[in-house]
């Protein structure tokens, strides 16, 4: 067929017509993204309207700033996410070393738990948490949000570390051993260095996760201590307002930014 | 053997008065039920280019892993420098290694490569500098000292890792096949490049190939493995002319053997007879000579047979097949007796000889034709 009438019907895969695969795609990325633009181009209009384009104003984005319960959500995501991304990273990277060094009894069984924890139900996570944390008697509040997003983040540093581990040839490490460093001076003079953009990705996704985290911080938030996405449910509670479109639009792009950058780390070559 | 001298050079006469660098005493490591080195007794002495030759899974990059730290002996004792070092952590030892995969740290420049040992010893600033300096002039890499390992070749890799492990001037330098991943050419430069390097710097080389020309180019000593055990431990022209065992004679160059039964022994002097029935007058190694009605091998090498002639063996035989190598002729003939042979001949002077199908005479000599041990 297309072969022998070469020119007639080129670009004709499996019958489809260029065409025809191109407003597919058209169809796709319009339903992956025009809601998304459309609350991004609503959160610059100049009414209150969330359908109808008035003009343009930074009128929503000012309100945002001038709401105290919205800057303090803001800092408490910030907080949450910085200090859970710390420990998580530090625990992520140290259980990938540890999964990827040493051969031990039911390792297999480890490696799937950490896969598993990644696409676990996050209202299971949830709820167990919430069960968890009262049965041990910790109140809820920040400390709670931090080992929940602790808890959720581990795997996925994990798993973004491993990666970089499995790409690194390991005779670097002997080789630092043979010129005279300790296993701790190995560590942090070539092993660490190595696996760094893993690590700092890792540690990026962790942060971006633990940002955007609704179902879980839902459960286990205790009074007065709303992260930014409880902050947006809580407000739409009470009417759509442009005000959540701004603040919608604020988090998107923080989370797209951070996620770009993680990736732009995971891709670095070794001799930039 | 009155009549077969084995001359190694000068500077491979036996190690007599010089210290013991390297001592292996009674060394077994098992890998579970796996035994890769099975009770091995080394001594490598100061100054020596030493090489461990063998197949692949015969254990000497084990031996030279235990000698470096990164694998404990199941039992037995390492020595180096006079000092035990079992229980040593490897960057406790007074050796250094280059490795297969060269192991170039690839986040640091040449010159913070080459210092790292250096800087783990606290040597003082400018000492690491001149230090690093003389190291890369020697491996001839000055003037890359600010390049990342991502923008250097193979084969300059290969220099910033013996630099790297120089530099420290270690006891005994250790060296896992560290030409095998160069192209052909290439390794044969740094192959003499290597000796020469060893012989300026005078550090005991313990070197691990699976390539015979490589060791029998560069070394002083060779231990030849198989199965964890050292076959035969000599220099490289005892090595080849006199081989221990089967296994030395055919991983060491190529050789013809023949197996069959002692007719008639007495002293070095053995005649066997083949399956095939032809008759063969070899020598005996050593003591070993063999009795009368025992199944032996006995070898000679292809350039140490020739056509026509005479000598303790002649036997007709027909050219099968005819290789041009260029230096010599290689000619795989079918005896009269049965059995192929193969043999060699220079292109000294014209390439003519006997053609593919050609009925021809073969000799040669008993004194060249070894009964072999194992």
Not at chain 1, 6 to 12: F, Q, Y
Not at chain 1, 31 to 41: D, E, R
């Amino acid at each position: 067929m297309a072969a022998t009438s070469k020119g007639s019907r080129k670009g004709t895969m499996n019958g489809l017509p260029d065409w025809g695969l191109l407003l597919g795609s058209v169809l796709v990325y319009l339903f992956l993204y025009a809601p998304i633009a459309v609350l991004i181009l609503f959160s610059f209009n100049s009414t209150r309207s969330t359908q109808v384009w008035s003009g343009f104003s930074f009128e929503w984005y000012g309100q945002l700033l001038a709401d105290p319960t919205i800057l303090q959500a803001f800092r408490t995501s910030l907080t949450v996410g910085v200090i859970a991304t710390l420990i998580a990273t530090v625990i992520g990277t140290m259980t990938a070393l540890a999964l990827s060094r040493h051969r031990f009894r039911g390792q297999s069984v480890a490696d799937t738990a950490i896969y598993a924890a990644t696409v676990m139900p996050e209202i299971v996570v949830g709820v167990s948490l919430l069960v968890f944390f009262v049965a041990v008697r910790i109140d809820l509040g920040i400390t709670t949000i931090v080992i929940a997003h602790v808890a959720f983040t581990i795997s996925f540093v994990t798993i973004v570390v491993r990666a970089r581990l499995a790409g690194m040839d390991r005779s670097v490490e002997e080789a630092a051993q043979d010129l005279g460093a300790s296993p701790v001076q190995t560590f942090f003079r070539v092993t660490l260095p190595l696996i760094l953009p893993g690590v700092m990705a890792g540690g990026l996704l962790a942060f971006t996760l633990s940002f955007d985290d609704f179902v879980i911080t839902y459960f286990i938030s205790g009074v007065g201590s709303s992260t930014l996405p409880l902050k947006i449910y809580s407000m739409i509670k009470f009417g759509v307002s442009p005000v959540i479109n701004a603040l919608s639009t604020v988090v998107l792009v923080a989370t797209l930014f951070l996620i770009f950058g993680g990736s732009r780390l995971l891709v670095r070559k070794d001799n930039t | 053997m009155e009549d077969r001298q084995i001359r190694e050079r000068p500077a491979r006469a036996e190690a007599a008065g010089r210290g013991v660098a390297v001592r292996l005493a009674g060394i077994t490591k098992r890998f579970g039920d796996f035994v890769a080195v099975d009770d091995l007794n080394l001594d490598i002495y100061e100054g020596e280019f030493f090489s461990l030759l063998g197949p692949s899974g015969c254990g000497k990059t084990t031996t030279l892993r235990m000698i470096a730290g990164f694998e404990e002996p199941s039992q037995g004792e390492i020595s180096v420098a006079g000092e035990q070092v079992q229980g040593v952590p490897p960057y406790r030892r007074p050796v250094n290694t280059v490795f297969q995969s060269y192991a170039i740290f690839p986040h640091l420049n040449v010159f913070d490569n080459v210092a790292f040992g250096l800087r783990r010893a606290k040597t003082p600033k400018d000492e690491v500098a001149s230090r690093v300096a003389d190291a890369c002039e020697m491996v001839q890499l000055a003037g890359f000292e600010k390049r990342k390992p991502g923008m250097l070749s193979g084969g300059q890799q290969q220099r910033v890792a013996l630099a790297r492990a120089l530099v420290n001037r270690p006891k005994v330098l250790l060296l896992d096949e560290p030409l095998g991943a160069l192209d052909l050419k290439l390794r044969k430069e740094m192959q003499l490049e290597l000796k020469s390097l060893q012989e300026e710097v005078g550090i005991t080389f313990v070197y691990v190939t699976h390539d015979q020309e490589e060791a029998l180019t560069m070394s002083d000593r060779i231990a030849v493995m198989n199965e964890g055990k050292v076959q035969q431990l000599a220099g490289p022209t005892t090595l080849y002319e006199t081989p221990a065992n089967r296994f030395v004679a055919g991983f060491i160059g190529q050789t013809n053997v023949f197996s069959g039964t002692v007719e008639a022994a007495d002293g070095e002097r053995t005649t066997l007879r083949t399956r095939e029935g032809l008759r063969v007058e070899a020598v005996a190694r050593d003591q070993a000579s063999p009795k009368e009605g025992e199944e032996v091998h006995a070898a000679v090498r292809p350039e140490k047979v020739r056509f026509g002639g005479s000598g303790d063996n002649v036997s007709a035989a027909e050219v099968k097949q005819v290789v041009y190598l260029g230096a010599s002729t290689q000619y795989i003939v079918e005896l009269e007796g049965g059995g192929k042979l193969v043999l060699y001949q220079q292109n000294a002077f014209d390439a003519t000889g006997p053609l593919e199908g050609d009925g021809v005479s073969v000799s040669w000599d008993a004194q060249n034709c070894l009964v072999l041990g194992g």
